[in-house]
């Protein structure tokens, strides 16, 4: 099971970020998959999550800006970042956890069992 994230960058306060996750070793959309966040000195912050029956969740800090997404053909899981604040800098990280496991524990991204090495995301101003 391999998760590699891209996509991360630096932007201005306002800006969009477009950030992938490629699944590789399982089927994305077999699992449950979600992105969380870490700011330096901060707890993980589950930021969107796909819940059974493939409903999409989001924290409220970023409901309205920010749409998680799956391409099933190119395994491949995404977070669309609109309307950029400073307070969303932070490294950004997808994860995965067997269904199974999210039915009887929750959706909370963070505490996925896999997960990638993350990528940075600043914004500015």
């Known amino acids: 099971v391999q998760l590699v994230e891209s996509g991360g960058g630096s932007v201005e306060s306002g800006g969009s970020l477009r950030l992938s996750c490629a699944v590789r070793?399982?089927?994305?959309?077999?699992?449950?998959m979600g992105w969380f966040r870490q700011a330096p000195g901060k707890a993980r912050e589950p930021v969107a999550t796909?819940?059974?029956?493939?409903?999409?969740s989001y924290a409220d800090s970023v409901k309205g800006r920010f749409t998680i997404s799956q391409d099933n053909a190119k395994n491949t899981l995404y977070l669309q970042m609109a309307n950029l604040k400073p307070e969303d800098t932070a490294r950004y990280f997808c994860?995965?956890?067997?269904?199974?496991?999210?039915?009887?524990?929750?959706?909370?991204?963070?505490?996925?069992?896999?997960r990638g090495q993350g990528t940075q995301v600043t914004v500015s101003g």
């Open positions: 796909f819940e059974r029956d493939g409903r999409p």
């Open positions: 994860s995965a956890e067997e269904e199974v496991v999210c039915i009887a524990y929750g959706y909370d991204a963070s505490l996925f069992a896999d």
């Open positions: 070793g399982y089927t994305v959309g077999s699992f449950c």
